[in-house]
């Protein structure tokens, strides 16, 4: 099976600072690898697929790069809406992980 | 609109069975996979299983085949979650998503259904 390390688990920041969230996968996964944000008492939310494909409606200062086995998420200037816990997912046809999460405080 | 709406929320007790839906609407519900995840309080997401509503093709997760079922009835554009015994280890919030074609990301998702189980 594949595994998916996420880190940090946790994360303080301001107001307008640049974030970043890596996930790093235990094989290729080629880019099947998607971001999603969940906020308290909420559903997730998908906001990259394909590792760097911003899904509609998502506002632009999210990001996603990465290929193979290691990837990265960043905000670019960091709103204070955005405070909430961040997933990585990966699929290899027929199993599907998520990383253990990355929650960010506001500093 | 797009969407999946879940059954309300269930509190049970150990040893009782419990099936919760996840009825889609607003696209064809035979033409995507519908996944289960479980989240446990406080904790991540975790995938459980994940069914084709117009065969009824289903595939598990290690961690939870033999634990639940999985099932569809396209007919009513509704797919299931079941337990046969609930466990206090039962007790989460479990959403189920819409797995979209493009890059097998989750791109849909019910609002999510709270079990308790309890004594």
């Known amino acids: 099976d594949i595994q998916m390390t996420q880190s940090p688990s946790s994360l303080s920041a301001s107001v307008g600072d640049r974030v970043t969230i890596t996930c790093q996968a235990s094989q290729d996964i080629r880019n099947y690898l998607n971001w999603y944000q969940q906020k308290p008492g909420k559903a997730p939310k998908l906001l990259i697929y394909g590792g760097s494909n911003l899904e509609t409606g998502v506002p632009s200062r999210f990001s996603g790069s990465g290929s193979g086995t290691d990837f990265t998420f960043t905000i670019s200037s960091l709103q204070p809406e955005d405070i909430a816990t961040y997933y990585c997912q990966q699929y290899d046809d027929p199993l599907i992980t998520f990383g253990q999460g990355t929650r960010l405080e506001n500093k | 609109e797009v969407q999946l709406v879940q059954s309300r929320a269930e509190v049970k007790k150990p040893g009782e069975s419990l099936k919760i839906s996840c009825t889609g609407s607003?696209?064809?519900?035979?033409?995507?996979?519908i996944a289960w995840v479980r989240q446990v309080p406080g904790k991540g997401l975790e995938w459980m299983g994940i069914?084709?509503?117009?065969?009824?093709?289903?595939r598990y997760s290690p961690s939870f085949r033999g634990q639940v079922t999985i099932s569809a009835d396209k007919s009513l554009s509704t797919a299931y979650l079941q337990w046969s015994s609930l466990k206090a280890s039962d007790t989460a919030i479990y959403y189920c998503?819409?797995?979209?074609?493009?890059?097998?990301?989750?791109?849909?998702w019910g609002q999510g259904t709270t079990v308790t189980v309890s004594s």
């Open positions: 069914i084709y509503p117009d065969d009824s093709n289903t």
């Open positions: 998503a819409r797995l979209a074609r493009v890059f097998r990301a989750f791109d849909i």
């Open positions: 607003g696209y064809i519900f035979t033409t995507h996979w």
